[in-house]
């Protein structure tokens, strides 16, 4: 960690809501995205944002959430001080988030899951704590901001304190 400053990486697959989660924290964030097969716009390289948390600054690099963009999430992880995992909570643990659970535990960092669209009615954020025992799980939701940056100051807490 360079002194005053903590870079947190965004994981989570695609539409998890990883780029809704940095634009709640940070509105003059940046991303970069094309259109995906679905029509929909997708990020394709990272999301950016920086907002000040207990005092620190805190960067925030969100990944891309398709298998193909493996090498990306492998260059933005670089020197990170934390890791954050999104998860669509209507949907679970899918294939792709156990296997960035997965490598993010390799890596031994400090992760944080934050089980995202709360706000919906069939959210099920329970079941994501049950499959990943012992792992602190936040119930947010990004796009209507509920829980977001009491989330990230929480996790940032155990970074710092």
Not at 68 to 90: H, K, P, S, Y
């Amino acid at each position: 960690m360079v002194e005053g400053r903590l870079k947190i990486v965004v994981f989570g697959s695609f539409n998890a809501g990883k780029s809704t989660f940095i634009q709640a924290l940070d509105p003059r964030s940046r991303h970069i995205e094309a259109a995906s097969k679905e029509g929909a716009a997708t990020t394709v390289a990272l999301d950016f944002g920086r907002l000040k948390v207990r005092g620190r600054a805190v960067y925030l690099f969100g990944t891309p959430g398709q298998e193909r963009f493996e090498f990306v999430r492998q260059i933005l992880a670089r020197g990170m001080d934390g890791a954050i995992i999104v998860v669509d909570a209507t949907r679970g643990i899918d294939a792709m988030t156990r296997h960035l659970y997965d490598q993010v535990k390799a890596l031994d960092v400090p992760m944080a899951l934050m089980a995202n669209k709360c706000d919906c009615p069939d959210a099920d954020p329970d079941a994501i704590t049950r499959s990943v025992p012992g792992e602190v799980v936040h119930p947010i939701s990004a796009q209507n901001g509920e829980n977001v940056y009491e989330a990230l100051e929480a996790f940032v807490a155990t970074l710092v304190d």
